[in-house]
T-cell receptor
């Protein structure tokens, strides 16, 4: 299957600092990427959808100024957690699609980033 | 959006078939059923998807009822490495996003 690379795998930061997470599609062009977060023993929660070259669409309740998403190229999307606080500690996961829009298209996921804010 | 209902957890003996059920009674005619699994602290892994016909690949089989209101994922010979959370998802009719439910925790035991 297609490969989606996510970096870093884990990061520890101090409260108040910003953290950037990268998501790359290695062998296909991803016109659309999705960002999820997952708390321990819970399911994945969709945060936002990013389309290459346009502004991200955020799910209800997700602060767009807190979670900055940039999708500047067809192979890279970044999520920046700004002014991180301990409650932002979570497992962040990206997924990518070639963006055909077909409902039978597969989505492939990155391996996730564990963020711990001290 | 069509919702799915799955059992919270299931156990399966190693080497036996694991049958994971999913109800999706509000599914519409053009929505696909997807199955993903997530092993602890990893990203979800695609398993299989289907519309109305039964599907099989190297990982699993997907049996969809004729009325499409439910489906079953079958892992023919479960191994300890199949222990994971299994998510049954109906693809949202607009856009490409996948909305995850609670999933089924499958424990394969020796």
């Amino acid at each position: 299957g297609a490969v989606v690379s996510q970096h870093p795998s884990w990061v520890i930061c101090k409260s108040g600092t910003s953290v950037k997470i990268e998501c790359r599609s290695l062998d296909f062009q991803a016109t659309t990427m999705f960002w999820y977060r997952q708390f321990p023993k819970q399911s994945l929660m969709l945060m936002a959808t990013s389309n290459e070259g346009s502004k991200a669409t955020y799910e209800q309740g997700v602060e767009k100024d807190k979670f900055l998403i940039n999708h500047a190229s067809l192979t890279l999307s970044t999520l920046t957690v700004t002014s991180a606080h301990p409650e932002d500690s979570s497992f962040y996961i990206c997924s990518a699609s070639a963006g055909t829009g077909a409902t039978n298209e597969k989505l492939f996921f990155g391996s996730g980033t564990q963020l711990s804010v001290l | 959006d069509a919702k799915t209902t799955q059992p919270t957890s299931m156990d399966c003996a190693e080497g036996r078939a694991a049958n994971l059920p999913c109800n999706h009674s509000t599914i519409s005619g053009n929505e696909y059923v997807y199955w993903y699994r997530q092993i602890h602290s990893q990203g979800p892994q695609y398993i299989i998807h289907g519309l109305k016909n039964n599907e099989t690949n190297e990982m699993a089989s997907l049996i969809i009822t004729e009325d499409r209101k439910s489906s079953t994922l079958i892992l023919p010979h479960a191994t300890l490495r199949d222990t994971a959370v299994y998510y049954c998802i109906v693809r949202v009719g607009y856009g490409n996003k996948l909305v995850f439910g609670a999933g089924t925790i499958l424990r394969v035991k020796s």
